[in-house]
């Protein structure tokens, strides 16, 4: 059984609650407020419900709405962020151009700023141009709808120039509409720049291994040549009853090939030192006069042999000596003549020789080679002093040669200071300017301007030589090497033996010791089987022999001569030039007994002050080798009371180096020295 709900049981209550719903109901009921019942009074309190929970839903509608403005705030900071610190830069542009919103990086591109890029047309921003054109990226997406990339290149108003890579993606609305586009643009300057140099270093080596490609072209032929012309004339020689005539025109053929191949060696060598900064220069202070009658002597052959007439010009006031290296000098003069003569058909060769002087500075040697030959094509004048370079490197060339000689000639030049420039004009002839530094003014005394270079040639073939004497071991393993330089050393009336190894070296040169008749020197050959030559000298050396003991060598390298002197060897040849320098080395270790004793005192006083200053700078190695220096002289001249002092001072050097000790040894050395001097001084002054 139901119930019904009881009315108010305080009747203020109850009219109070008819009031307050006639107030809330307003408009929705017509009734009194004396009629209102208890279902309006339920109603009204239901609808006071539903609006709790729509104020309820709206309260948390208008807090999901303050969260998700925050979270974009938040959101629009991030992405701006980003934009901002990107290393590209990025641009919003709309569909007329115009920049809408740019990062700064974008403006740096530009060499502007922000706030200068907004509202200005992309085209004249980021290209430097007055229109949109098809080529534009952002004209290509919103054209395309979808993204375009291109590579452009910026002209900044301050001139510099920077390598773009520009990317643009359309940007749509919803009803598929472009509204304008994004654009990224990057800076790959550095990128092209790298890309740049590989290609030009791609260049440079295609073009360095065609350069090599002709010269190996060239090489096998200048080697060829030859190679072919001595093998054909010394068939031609073992042919039966040749006329004498005959046999001196194929024997000279042979050694001006023969030549020639050295020659091509020499600067193959030459320049493989000189590229690895392996070449050891020797500058000494050297007189300039045998420098020019050389010079002359080699202009006056070649010319005379092309039928060219020749002109030299020396400057009055030359010095007498400079400084320098004289052996690479004169090969530099000699490829400059050469080329000159080479390259002339008609007319004449000049020389000009001079001495540039300035207060306060180092004087300068110049040597100016001219000619009337074919000249050089202007855009040619670099490139002949590159390696493997001629001015006509086809295969047609009428004019042979490597393209090695003037490269090695001007890195030669820039070794002893100086330089070689070129002028000249095609088919009027060429011009060659070698300058030198010549050492300290000071030191330049001037050239007797009687002896001019065309004396000087005159002079040379009346020269006598003096007569050499004695007896020379030969230390050679290859028979015809033997056979070669044992007919040479012959033609000087030298006793000559011949040892096949080093160790019968070492045999040989005891017994001579010991026999009382010891070699007057040696001629070692360094690379040999079994005991080299190093070894060779070494165990001489250590064995009690002073003689001179000379290395003869076919490797002519950097450091060979001075590995040699290392082992104890006084001097060195080498074996391609041997027939050329032999005469000048016997010179130097043979001289007549006379000259040899006389040579001996005149440089005592020096060779003893050069040990003792090396024992008062406490030097043991450089006094070592002093004494070793003064013990072979000294034996040489006869003076064996010398030698047996340096002897023993090498000794105490070698195995003790008790200061005391030694200088006692060097003391009684300048008592002997002292007393040879004042032997000498008497004799002198005895009527």
Request: with cysteine; glycine share 8%.
């Amino acid at each position: 059984m139901g119930t019904s709900r009881q009315e108010p049981s305080n009747p203020a209550s109850a009219d109070e609650l008819r009031r307050k719903a006639g107030q809330r109901l307003g408009s929705k009921t017509t009734k009194p407020v004396e009629e209102i019942t208890e279902s309006d009074v339920r109603a009204l309190a239901d609808d006071s419900q539903v609006r709790q929970v729509e104020l309820k839903r709206q309260n948390e509608e208008l807090l999901r709405t303050q969260s998700t403005a925050r979270e974009l705030r938040e959101s629009a900071e991030r992405y701006r962020a980003m934009v901002e610190g990107a290393d590209v830069g990025i641009a919003f542009i709309d569909t007329s151009y115009n920049v809408v919103t740019a990062n700064t990086k974008s403006a740096q591109l530009c060499g502007k700023s922000p706030r200068e890029m907004i509202g200005q047309k992309c085209f004249r921003a980021f290209r430097g141009r007055k229109k949109a054109c098809d080529d534009c990226a952002g004209f290509q997406a919103l054209a395309a709808a979808k993204p375009a990339e291109i590579e452009s290149i910026l002209r900044k108003e301050d001139g510099s120039t920077v390598f773009l890579r520009i990317k643009a993606s359309p940007l749509l609305d919803r009803n598929g509409e472009p509204t304008g586009f994004i654009e990224i643009v990057e800076d790959i300057s550095e990128r092209k720049r790298a890309e740049e140099s590989l290609e030009r270093a791609r260049e440079a080596a295609e073009a360095a291994n065609r350069a090599k490609s002709e010269f190996l072209a060239n090489m096998s032929h200048e080697i060829r040549t030859p190679m072919t012309a001595i093998l054909g004339f010394t068939e031609l020689l073992m042919s039966p009853n040749l006329a004498r005539d005959e046999q001196a025109e194929f024997l000279e053929g042979i050694r001006r090939n023969g030549k020639a191949l050295l020659g091509l060696i020499g600067d193959i060598l030459d320049l493989s030192r000189l590229e690895a900064d392996k070449l050891t220069l020797e500058k000494v202070d050297c007189p300039l006069q045998p420098i020019i009658d050389d010079v002359v002597s080699i202009a006056t052959a070649q010319s005379k042999e092309k039928g060219l007439g020749l002109k030299i010009d020396c400057e009055s006031s030359l010095p007498e000596t400079i400084r320098t290296d004289p052996a690479r000098l004169r090969q530099i003069l000699a490829n400059l003549i050469g080329n000159a003569v080479k390259f002339t058909e008609q007319g004449e060769i000049h020389i000009a020789i001079r001495c540039l002087r300035e207060a306060g500075r180092a004087a300068r040697m110049e040597f100016v080679v001219s000619d009337t030959g074919i000249g050089i094509p202007a855009e040619k004048m670099d490139d002949i002093f590159r390696p493997f370079t001629q001015a006509d490197a086809s295969p047609s060339r009428r004019y042979g040669g490597t393209g090695l000689g003037l490269a090695v000639s001007q890195r030669l030049a820039k070794a002893l200071d100086g330089s070689i420039v070129v002028a000249g004009e095609l088919g009027k002839g060429s011009t060659f300017t070698l300058t030198i530094d010549a050492g300290p003014p000071e030191d330049a005394r001037k050239l007797p301007t009687s002896q001019t270079a065309t004396d000087a040639v005159q002079r040379m073939p009346g020269q006598e030589e003096p007569a050499l004497g004695g007896r020379l071991l030969l230390v050679e393993d290859e028979p015809d090497i033997q056979r070669i330089i044992g007919l040479l050393l012959r033609k000087t009336n030298l006793e000559v033996h011949v040892a096949g190894s080093g160790q019968a070296a070492c045999e040989m040169a005891q017994m001579s010791k010991a026999g009382g008749r010891p070699y007057d020197l040696i001629l070692m050959d360094i690379q040999m089987p079994g005991m080299n030559g190093y070894e060779t000298a070494r165990w001489l050396r250590q064995h009690g022999w002073h003689g001179p003991i000379v290395a003869l060598t076919a490797h002519a390298l950097a450091g060979d001569r001075e590995r040699c002197l290392a082992a104890g060897c006084d001097d060195y040849i080498a074996k391609p030039g041997i027939a050329a320098g032999l005469r000048e080395l016997l010179a130097r270790h043979l001289l007549p007994a006379n000259r040899a004793a006389e040579t001996f005192v005149e440089e005592l006083s020096k060779r003893v002050e050069t040990i003792e200053a090396a024992l008062n700078e406490r030097d043991f190695r450089g006094l070592a080798e002093a004494a070793r220096q003064l013990e072979a002289n000294a034996a040489a001249g006869g003076f064996s009371q010398i030698a047996a002092a340096a002897d023993a001072l090498r000794g105490r050097v070698a195995e003790e180096r008790d200061l005391e000790q030694v200088r006692a040894a060097v003391a009684e050395l300048t008592q002997l020295a002292e007393q040879l001097r004042s032997r000498q001084r008497s004799r002198c002054a005895t009527p």
